[in-house]
Each structure stands twice: as C-alpha cells, then as structure tokens.
C-alpha cells in the first residue's frame, strides 16, 4: 500500500464531539481514490460506482495529520476497484478503512461505461517503471 496524500484536520472538519466528521473523512476517501483510480486509467472521466465496506477504528482530532494510502484490489474490463486506508502520520494508528471502492471509465459523450485498456499485470508494470 503506498501512502500518497495527507491532509491536516482542521476546526470545520470537527463533529460535536470535536473529532474529525465522519462525513468529511468519507469525502475525503472518495476524493482521493478517485486521484488514484484516474492515474491508474489514465484517464479523468471516471465515476464512484460503491463503496464497500467502512470500517472507523479510531478518531483524528484537530490537528492530526491523516494520510491515504492506496492499492489497486482488482481491475475489470470497465473499471478499478481500490481499498483506502486512512491513518494518523504520526502514531501510524489505523483511522478508517474503506474497503471495495469502485469507479468505472465513462465515454465522455454517451456517459456510458467504456474499456479502459488496463490490466492488473499492466497496472503493476507501469508502477514499478513509476517508482524505479
């Protein structure tokens, strides 16, 4: 899992109890997967089909900085699906983890799913020549 995006909680992302707004961290999930997923497509017109499985296991308070990180789960004709997990940078404890998020490449006329031309082995290779 790479880690590659932080964000720092602020006073308007607090909820009543003065802990990072479960609303807000789910934004935050959707908005960087879909970072993600377009760099792994190559492509911008991608939508959020599901997101599976959301698990909190502990708060961020104000002030805490959360950092994604992201893996590719598994790659079909049409779409990616990815697994995010947020933690806190600085004692690295699991905040939240979303689990099955689904986006699927749209023709950007009809609106209407379309191949994207990936594979996982490709996705992988193409890491690899990124990092090295």
């Not at 017109?45 to 959360?66: C, N, R, W, Y």
């Not at 404890?93 to 799913?113: G, M, Q, S, Y």
């Amino acid at each position: 899992m790479r880690f590659l995006s932080r964000r720092l909680v602020m006073p308007y992302d607090l909820n009543y109890a003065g802990s990072l707004f479960g609303g807000r961290v789910l934004q935050w999930i959707d908005e960087e997967s879909a970072v993600y997923a377009i760099c792994q497509l190559d492509s911008n017109v991608l939508v959020t089909k599901h997101i599976g499985a959301v698990t909190f296991e502990s708060p961020a308070m104000q002030g805490d900085i959360v950092e994604f990180g992201l893996v590719t789960k598994s790659v079909g004709r049409t779409s990616i699906t990815v697994t995010c997990l947020v933690r806190n940078k600085v004692t690295k404890k699991t905040i939240c983890l979303a689990d099955d998020i689904v986006f699927v490449k749209l023709d950007p006329d009809t609106r209407e799913p379309i191949s994207h031309g990936k594979t996982m082995a490709l996705l992988n290779d193409d890491n690899l020549e990124n990092d090295g």
